[in-house]
C-alpha cells in the first residue's frame, strides 16, 4: 500500500481517522487496512504536545473521513498532508489541512526541516 502511495503523490486519497496517536501522528484505516500516518510538514514543541492531541481529537474525532497528500515515508510511516472532507470544527477555512490548523491555533510551527512541497503551509 504505501509503494502505491508514493507513486502517485499528488492523488488524495480518502480514509476514515480510527485513532489520535500523538500530536502530529494518527491511525487510519482504508477499508480493510489501517497504517499509522503522521502530519507532514509541522513540529510540536514537547510542552504543547497534548494540548495538540486535544485539539485533534476535537477537529477529527473517531470516524471522520479524510484525504491524504502522501508527501513519503519516515520508517514505514506515512508523511502526508491530513485534509478532513468536512470543515474542521471550530475552522472557517475548509481548505485547511490538520498541520495548517495546528499552526493557525497556535499549537504547531512549520516543519524547519521540511522539503520545498511544505512550502503553502500557514506560517
Known sequence: MLAVLLVWPGAAL???????RGATLLQ??????SYTVQLACVEVAEAQQAEA???LRQA???HTR????PMGQNQGVL???VQPLAPVRGSTN???DLGSGL?????AQADSHASADCANVAA
Open 79 to 81: 508523511l502526508a498532508r
Open 28 to 33: 487510519l484505516g482504508d477499508q480493510n487496512r
Open 94 to 96: 475548509q481548505a485547511a
Open 53 to 55: 492531541v486535544a485539539w
Open 66 to 69: 479524510v484525504n491524504l497528500r
Open 14 to 20: 480518502a480514509a476514515e481517522v480510527l485513532q489520535v
Open 60 to 62: 477529527v474525532p473517531r
Open 103 to 107: 499552526i493557525a491555533a497556535g499549537l
